[in-house]
């Protein structure tokens, strides 16, 4: 599993706007409690030139992200992405087209409050615990630190780099945000920025008009000299505290996790292939009563790797030490916690050797043996588009949702035709899918609870080793209590494209109280 989801910790919709009477501004009201957030800009209502903006505050649990790095539960960073996703909530309101949000840290802590009501805006905080348009806090208003200590309204943001700027531009008013904010995270993590969380809002020219002359007429007005005399109403977001799972406002980590163990999978090299294609990865992986740890002599360093053919009986690496095509031995390196890997490529004999032994050692010391049976490759003379026959052959049907399972696929082509001999003395061959992607969805209603993650981030995607496909699953990513579905994609490279296969595999996902 390469996808973690980190839902809010709190979140606040705070307004400048007018109450119903058009005559007091609720800069006082509080929605820290609310099913949804909201953005929006309103010029001109209450006279002309006026200005009514809505904003939102939402902040994510930055020290459980720093808990699972130190526990190796996601990679370091420059290996792995943030994104901050918040949900379109659909309501009866009007719904603005062609604006853009930005996303800003803010500067400062503020608190959440247990106001609701984002109607009539009656919640206010009174001094009660809650941020609103004027306050941080019922302790402390909002203050710029950048420079010098001055008073905002509307929250405190930092602007100091542009690293720290985020923007997503919305066309039909409907879509959901989802924007990488990995840098920001980043920092939090290390403590180069404090995590306060961050405020969402219309981009500068899309909020309302103000000039300088409003602000010292009303001190809960933005100036805002480049502002927008249309009025963009009204964004709303699933809040924390909705009913839908699957809605509230979470930050994504996601990351490339497959290993590609190509023992199972290993080509000769051959002038047919491209010099990529010719490079086989092979792993070793270190268990110590059933523990992943590191070897104590070699740690992080590298390790080397000699192929040998086999014996006369093909039963031991006593045969001769084979040149590889590029340096012997071959360097490995570490790439986690007990497991080692290695680049080889080689090239085939005159006779192909069916058997090669992959020794693993450093100095005097010879770690592991292990087996591999190489391919050839051949040219064709037709196209071919095979169709394969997949199983989840560890499926348990029920599962917990504060674990992380693996699930083992199973896949071969569909029309295989095994000789009599094979059936009688083996075991059915597994297919090797060297690009494949999962995704998850509810069978109640069949909504998407993990789309299919084939682009830059890679999540989704299917490792493989000498058993065949597999891929780890974070359960706590489902909402417990129903039913989903698995559903797998095969990258078909005489089609360039993805295609799903017909087979479904269900599960649960069960929340234990004991």
């Known amino acids: ?23 007091t501004r609720a800069t006082g009201s ?4 609310a099913d949804v957030m909201e953005v929006y800009s309103i010029y001109g209502r209450e006279h002309s030139g006026s200005q009514e903006l809505s904003r939102i505050l ?6 459980d992200i720093i808990t699972d790095r130190a526990n190796g539960d996601i990679p370091a960073s420059g290996s792995i992405s943030f994104y901050m996703r918040l949900f379109n909530a659909e309501h009866s309101k009007t719904v603005p087209e062609d604006f853009k949000l930005t996303v800003n840290p803010l500067s400062q802590s503020w608190q959440e409050g247990v106001g609701l009501d984002l109607e009539t805006y009656e919640d206010d905080t009174d001094g009660n615990t809650g941020s609103n348009w004027m306050s941080a806090s019922n302790t402390s208003g909002w203050i710029d630190y950048e420079d010098t200590p001055v008073k905002r309204v509307g929250g405190s943001i930092i602007t100091s780099s542009s690293d720290y700027l985020y923007e997503q531009t919305f066309e039909s008013g409907l879509e959901d945000l989802e924007i990488d904010i990995t840098p920001m995270v980043e920092s939090w993590i290390a403590g180069t920025i404090s995590n306060y969380g961050v405020l969402v809002k219309l981009s500068s020219s899309y909020e309302a008009l103000a000039a300088a002359a409003a602000t010292t007429a009303d001190s809960s007005v933005i100036t805002n000299t480049d502002g927008a005399t249309t009025s963009y109403y009204t964004k709303r977001f699933f809040a924390r505290g909705s009913e839908y799972f699957f809605k509230r406002p979470v930050l994504e980590a996601r990351w490339d996790s497959k290993t590609h163990d190509d023992r199972g999978n290993f080509y000769y090299s051959s002038s047919l292939a491209p010099a990529e294609d010719n490079l086989n990865t092979i792993y070793l992986y270190n268990y110590v009563r059933g523990v992943l740890r590191d070897i104590p002599a070699v740690g992080t360093k590298v390790i080397f790797v000699d192929l040998y053919s086999g014996s006369s009986d093909d039963s031991a690496p006593s045969g001769a030490l084979l040149a590889q095509s590029i340096i012997t031995p071959a360097t490995g390196g570490h790439v986690s916690t007990g497991v080692y890997s290695c680049s080889v490529c080689l090239t085939a004999a005159s006779t192909p050797i069916e058997t090669l032994y992959d020794v693993w050692y450093s100095g005097s010391v010879q770690y ?8 050839v490759h051949y040219a064709s003379q037709t196209v071919r588009k095979p169709v394969y026959y997949a199983k989840i052959t560890n499926n348990r049907g029920r599962y917990r949702s504060d674990e992380n399972a693996r699930f083992n696929v199973f896949i071969r082509e569909k029309y295989w035709s095994p000789t009599i001999y094979t059936v009688a003395n083996s075991d059915v061959p597994t297919t090797t899918i060297e690009s494949a992607s999962y995704r998850v969805y509810r069978t109640m209603d069949g909504f998407e609870a993990i789309p299919y993650g084939t682009g830059s981030d890679l999540h989704t995607l299917l490792s493989y080793d000498v058993s065949g496909n597999y891929f780890d699953f974070d359960m706590s990513s489902l909402q417990p209590g129903y039913e989903y579905a698995l559903k797998f994609a095969f990258y078909e490279s005489p089609v360039n ?9 269900t599960f649960r996902v069960e929340e234990y109280e004991y």
């Open 1 to 23: 599993m390469a996808i973690k989801k980190y839902t809010a910790d709190a979140d606040n919709t705070i307004v400048n706007t007018y109450k119903s009477d058009l005559q």
């Open 30 to 33: 509080n929605a820290g409690y």
């Open 58 to 63: 939402v902040k994510f649990p930055i020290t």
């Open 368 to 375: 592991s043996t292990g087996t591999i049976s190489p391919i």
């Open 497 to 505: 494209s993805w295609s799903e296969q017909p087979e479904t595999f």
